[in-house]
């Protein structure tokens, strides 16, 4: 149980143009998923909190209205990287949340963003 | 207030033992551990919620000293398999309890 998908898993696109990633919780409800960005041989750093049917909240430093999230159901949420450039390239990863004490995480597979 | 992890990287032969650690400079409610290989998602390890507390499966457990703000992870006679890595995931008291704050990081390298 607890798997989560994640769609593309790899994609390369141009500069300006922008790019969808979807995050799937595949056999549990996530009211709250999460998504992530990471560098080559870096940590994680936390980018958004996304809760259904509520608007994602954001971490400092990340620029809302270039990384549109959108939480339409309890299973899917959606990334869009606007006007991508090649700073925007990285790994993205999302995670879903199941309920309970314990808070526990389980992560898609993560999409590699190139932007040429 | 990320989290260091220390050692930050180390190569084991198989069957040897490694402790990861991992401090906060925050109170924390809870400690998470992830591995991940190159290229994949985090694979979630374990949970823990108390201060004191242990827990483990198979040959890999981790400890909880919500005194000294700090976590480790134990791995005992390691297999190839466990090579990737290491994150913890803390989530600090007076924040967001579903947040996670990742760690720096350690890489561990396993080799026959």
């Known amino acids: 149980g607890a798997v989560v998908s994640q769609h593309p898993s790899w994609v390369i696109c141009k500069s300006g143009t922008s790019v969808k990633i979807e995050c799937r919780s595949l056999d549990f409800q996530a009211t709250t998923m999460f998504w992530y960005r990471q560098f080559p041989k870096q940590s994680l750093m936390l980018m958004a909190t996304s809760n259904e049917g509520s608007k994602a909240t954001y971490e400092q430093g990340v620029e809302k209205d270039k990384f549109l999230i959108n939480h339409a159901s309890l299973t899917l949420s959606t990334l869009t990287v606007t006007s991508a450039h090649p700073e925007d390239s990285s790994f993205y990863i999302c995670?879903?949340?199941?309920?309970?004490?314990?808070?526990?995480?389980?992560f898609g597979p993560g999409t590699r963003l190139t932007v040429t | 207030q990320q989290p260091v992890q220390s050692p930050q990287a180390v190569i084991l032969r198989e069957g040897e033992d490694a402790v990861i650690n991992c401090s906060s400079s925050?109170?924390?409610?809870?400690v998470h551990w992830y591995r991940q290989k190159h290229g994949e998602a985090p694979v979630f390890l374990m949970i823990?919620?108390?201060?004191?507390e242990q827990k483990g499966h198979e040959k890999i457990s981790a400890s909880f000293n919500e005194k000294k703000q700090q976590s480790s992870l134990y791995l005992t006679a390691s297999q190839l398999s466990y090579s990737g890595t290491y994150f913890c995931g803390t989530v600090p008291y007076g924040g967001a309890t579903n947040k996670l704050i990742f760690g720096t990081g350690t890489l561990l390298a396993v080799q026959p």
């Open positions: 995670s879903a949340q199941t309920s309970g004490n314990s808070y526990e995480q389980y």
């Open positions: 823990l919620l108390k201060g004191g």
């Open positions: 925050k109170a924390l409610y809870s």
